[in-house]
Nanobody, 125 residues
Framework: VQLQASGGGLVQAGGSLRLSCTVSGRAFSSYAMGWFRQAPGKEREFVATISRRGGTTYYADSVKGRFTISRDNAKNTVYLQMNSLKPEDTAVYYC???????????????????WGQGTLVTVSS
């Protein structure tokens, strides 16, 4: 199973980026998906999760109203649209696929088994 994340980069505060994560080697549409991030010197934290068909989403309070998670099961890809970016959003962003198909959504890192390599998002002030 491979998760390939892309779309990170340098953006000014208030700007937007869209991250993508393509999954191979797994029945993508059978699993929820999630995004996490890790800022320098900090613990990895949950950002957003989406159910198998995209009908249910859940966000960390810190990104609610600014970030949108979505998925295209035909392309085996999950997205994270990030708007109104702030310097505190600077982090390496990871997509993840959970260990069980029974999770409708998953907000805890321990629920995830496969992780992408991470893509760096830097927001300048």
């Amino acid at each position: 199973v491979q998760l390939q994340a892309s779309g990170g980069g340098l953006v000014q505060a208030g700007g937007s980026l869209r991250l993508s994560c393509t999954v191979s080697g797994r029945a993508f549409s059978s699993y929820a998906m999630g995004w996490f991030r890790q800022a320098p010197g900090k613990e990895r934290e949950f950002v957003a999760t989406i159910s198998r068909r995209g009908g249910t989403t859940y966000y960390a309070d810190s990104v609610k109203g600014r970030f949108t998670i979505s998925r295209d099961n035909a392309k085996n890809t999950v997205y994270l649209q990030m708007n109104s970016l702030k310097p505190e959003d600077t982090a390496v962003y990871y997509c993840a696929s959970p260990s069980s198909i029974t999770y409708t959504i998953a907000t805890i890192a321990e629920q995830y088994y496969y992780w992408g390599q991470g893509t760096l998002v830097t927001v300048s002030s």
